[in-house]
């Protein structure tokens, strides 16, 4: 997808956004509304929603709901169709939290119930009425709104936590059931966020933000628009192979562990001009992918790798340095030319191995998948630490294979070196978040060419294209995705979640 293409993937959709008259929500419905969609803004709190169209303009709407109400919700997705002319696009974002603080005994059964009937159930609703409409136009997507609170157990947040683990189970089962009808479901799983209700609560004491960034890796919370990218991202075209993921936007806070931040991590920001990325790996089917996404970013591209025709062929590079990858003084000194030649190192892409473990084949790494894609990996952040170190900003992204998640047959060698991979970058974000960088992976599903037998398994019914990796791995590196470190994004069609036996997928033979 072209950068002019990808500027107008949003333009005309209709966008349906819950609890969107403050904080996350509002921001989301201002990133889309920046982009072209049109939105209707649903809300408790009617007056406020109908303020903030205002804001965004006559061709927006609002919608005033309960989400703790079935019937209303009903009506706001039949608002929405009336209003808006369709439903592209779903935003299950209206919840609330239990900030009493009281502990499961004294905690009355109708605050649980409340918290149970807005964040789960009427997002239930909300995303079931949505689905029906996006069947009959040919798909869609939906994005639920959920929390880390639903991945990490925490005292005193009960109700909270239980209904948006609930959430996560929906996002799951929904993106399998709704894959055939082309309808994409994936969560966000935000950290602690500047929310007007947040800023409230450490007006009134209730949350130290010193404290809080203490505990957060990359050492400070988010902005609502942080977590309005992750979501703008998930429901656009660029995320096409992408379903029934959650893409956790938290600075690192799952990670656990891990050394503090440094106390100057939190204000580091990538500075002004053109952005320089590295393709270690690039000769490969994936690495040739990234180099040609990452190339129409306007940015510096280079290349390197052990193929000296195929570096020769990568017309979209600024440079190519050929490499013996497992010369790891060769790799760092290919790093330290680059940081010196253009000044910047915004990104590093650790393709080494990664189309060998995604195929699950071993022969393709030289017959030691584990030397080439694992210990590679390790090279890779050898080379690339100290620079990114020194300069205090940058990103490191590996690709690996959702094969170390579930088993898919075959090489297990490909698969213990995956999840080997998996878990190095979520140690990496640990060690290094105090300096400002930020490491994920992309855990890729099958390619195409993989065996039928294993796309039968894929919830969205067919293989990915090298070039859907990259976009996904391109969101990754970007400023966009500033808040995210030590995720692993499973863009795998929904095979990681798919449970069901080879060949069908709920209900629909392969």
């Known amino acids: 997808m072209r950068?002019?293409?990808?500027?107008?993937?949003?333009?005309?959709?209709?966008?349906?956004?819950?609890?969107?008259?403050?904080?996350?929500?509002?921001?989301?419905?201002?990133?889309?509304?920046?982009?072209?969609?049109?939105?209707?803004?649903?809300?408790?709190?009617?007056?406020?929603?109908?303020?903030?169209?205002?804001?965004?303009?006559?061709?927006?709407?609002?919608?005033?709901?309960?989400?703790?109400?079935?019937?209303?919700?009903?009506?706001?997705?039949?608002?929405?169709?009336?209003?808006?002319?369709?439903?592209?696009i779903l935003v299950n974002n209206a919840g609330r939290t239990d900030t009493d603080g009281l502990g499961v005994v004294d905690q009355p059964v109708s605050v649980f119930e409340n918290l149970v009937a807005v964040n789960l159930r009427g997002s239930l609703v909300a995303a079931e009425q949505a689905a029906a409409v996006m069947r009959r136009s040919g798909g869609g997507a939906i994005v639920n709104v959920a929390s880390g609170a639903?991945?990490?157990?925490?005292?005193?947040?009960?109700?909270?936590?239980?209904?948006?683990?609930?959430?996560?189970?929906?996002?799951?089962?929904?993106?399998?059931?709704?894959?055939?009808?082309?309808?994409?479901?994936?969560?966000?799983?935000?950290?602690?966020?500047?929310?007007?209700?947040?800023?409230?609560?450490?007006?009134?004491?209730r949350i130290d933000p010193v404290a809080v960034a203490r505990r957060i890796p990359l050492g400070r919370m988010a902005m609502p628009e942080e977590i309005a990218a992750a979501i703008a991202f998930l429901a656009s075209p660029r995320a096409s192979f992408v379903t029934g993921s959650t893409f956790l936007v938290d600075g690192g806070s799952q990670l656990g562990g891990g050394q503090a931040p440094a106390p100057e991590a939190g204000n580091r920001a990538t500075p002004p001009g053109r952005p320089t990325y590295a393709v270690v790996g690039a000769c490969?089917?994936?690495?040739?992918?990234?180099v040609g996404r990452l190339a129409d970013e306007d940015a510096t591209v280079v290349a390197i790798g052990a193929d000296a025709r195929k570096l020769a062929g990568l017309a979209a590079v600024e440079c190519a340095i050929l490499v013996e990858l497992s010369d790891e003084h060769a790799m760092a000194k290919a790093i330290a030319d680059i940081a010196r030649r253009f000044g910047r190192i915004d990104g590093i892409v650790n393709a080494v191995g990664a189309d060998a473990v995604i195929a699950g084949n071993s022969g393709e790494a030289g017959g030691d998948i584990v030397a080439g894609h694992l210990t590679g990996a390790l090279r890779v952040a050898k080379a690339c630490g100290p620079i990114l170190q020194q300069q205090g900003f940058g990103a490191l992204l590996n690709l690996t294979s959702i094969g170390g998640e579930i088993a898919l047959g075959g090489d297990v060698a490909a698969a213990a070196s995956a999840a080997a991979v998996a878990m190095f970058t979520r140690t990496l974000a640990c060690e290094w978040s105090g300096h400002g960088i930020r490491i994920n992976a992309v855990a890729a599903g099958p390619l195409e060419g993989a065996?039928?037998?294993?796309?039968?398994?894929?919830?969205?019914?067919?293989?990915?294209?090298?070039?859907?990796?990259?976009?996904?791995?391109?969101?990754?590196?970007?400023?966009?995705?500033?808040?995210?470190?030590?995720?692993?994004?499973?863009?795998?069609?929904?095979?990681?979640?798919?449970?069901?036996?080879?060949?069908?997928?709920?209900?629909?033979?392969?």
């Open 284 to 290: 490969g089917l994936l690495g040739q992918a990234l």
């Open 451 to 510: 065996p039928s037998s294993i796309i039968g398994r894929i919830p969205l019914g067919r293989a990915a294209s090298a070039e859907e990796i990259a976009e996904t791995a391109a969101f990754l590196l970007s400023p966009e995705a500033g808040y995210v470190t030590g995720s692993v994004i499973a863009v795998d069609g929904g095979l990681g979640v798919h449970a069901g036996p080879d060949r069908t997928v709920a209900g629909h033979a392969a």
């Open 150 to 205: 639903a991945l990490r157990p925490l005292p005193f947040r009960n109700g909270y936590s239980a209904s948006k683990a609930g959430v996560l189970a929906m996002t799951r089962h929904h993106a399998c059931a709704w894959a055939r009808d082309g309808i994409r479901v994936n969560a966000v799983a935000p950290g602690y966020t500047r929310t007007e209700l947040v800023e409230a609560l450490i007006a009134r004491g």
């Open 3 to 88: 950068r002019a293409e990808r500027k107008a993937e949003l333009s005309g959709r209709v966008v349906l956004i819950t609890g969107a008259a403050a904080g996350i929500g509002w921001a989301a419905a201002q990133r889309f509304a920046a982009e072209g969609a049109r939105v209707l803004i649903a809300d408790i709190d009617a007056d406020r929603a109908a303020n903030r169209v205002g804001e965004l303009g006559a061709a927006h709407g609002f919608f005033g709901v309960d989400m703790a109400q079935p019937e209303q919700v009903a009506e706001m997705v039949r608002y929405c169709v009336s209003r808006l002319g369709g439903l592209d």
